[in-house]
């Protein structure tokens, strides 16, 4: 079966850091491009970021350009979201995503939480 | 950036309704639009890609048409695992965006 399993969210203060991971299971994470999707609290859908298959192309959405960045490990087939300087809007639920630049976001994880509070 | 509006926000229909669910955008572009399914605390489900495609596995009552800046995804005759929140996603340019999401409840 096909899934990709997020890991590492949980209790940041205000100010603090996380990093995210994403790794393949069924599926080889470093074949395609991936994005991040969050979900605050009783909301709706945020795109938050894209890495190409090869790594060499990224975006940000305007809400955490210059905090977040996303990277890639080939050697672990794992996809990274690094969050600094974190805030209270930060919170919720976040996703990665593979992202076919034909199908959308076509396989999604289960999500990791992440809390942000002093 | 692309807005996406979603209306309604809220729809009450019965089982074996036709609903319709609209998407406009900002600005027109072309068919890079999908549609996902999400039920209370599970991730989003991918039911359709560029406007009308159906993703592998999604039953055929559900559709999607448009093209510009209105899209819509139609439910031909709405069965009880279709209560859900529905939202579109245009991912023809960055930042990719949602609408808002439509909630779709029992009448």
């Known amino acids: 079966e096909v899934q990709l399993l997020e890991s590492g969210g949980g209790l940041a203060q205000p100010g603090g850091s996380l990093r995210l991971t994403c790794a393949g299971s069924?599926?080889?994470?470093?074949?395609?491009?991936m994005s991040w999707v969050r979900q605050s609290p009783g909301k709706g859908l945020e795109w938050v970021s894209y890495?190409?298959?090869?790594?060499?192309?990224?975006s940000l959405a305007d809400s955490v350009k210059g905090r977040f960045t996303v990277s890639r490990d080939k050697s672990k087939n794992t996809v990274y979201l690094h969050m600094n300087t974190l805030r209270d809007e930060d919170t919720g639920v976040y996703y990665c995503?593979?992202?076919?630049?034909?199908?959308?976001?076509?396989?999604w994880g289960q999500g990791t939480t992440v809390t942000v509070s002093s | 950036d692309i807005q996406m509006t979603q209306s309604p926000s809220t729809l009450s229909a019965s089982v074996g309704d036709r609903i319709t669910i609209t998407c406009r955008a900002s600005?027109?572009?072309?068919?890079?639009l999908a549609w996902y399914q999400q039920k209370p605390r599970k991730a989003p489900k991918l039911l359709i890609y560029k406007t009308s495609n159906l993703e592998s596995g999604v039953p055929s009552r559900f559709s999607g048409s448009g093209s510009g800046t209105e899209f819509t995804l139609t439910i031909s005759s709405l069965q009880p695992d279709d209560f859900a929140t529905y939202y579109c996603q245009q991912y023809y340019s960055y930042p990719w965006t949602f609408g808002q999401g439509t909630k779709v409840e029992i009448k």
């Open positions: 600005e027109s572009f072309s068919t890079w």
């Open positions: 890495i190409s298959a090869g790594g060499g192309s990224t």
């Open positions: 995503a593979k992202a076919a630049d034909y199908y959308g976001l076509d396989v």
């Open positions: 069924g599926l080889n994470v470093n074949t395609y491009a």
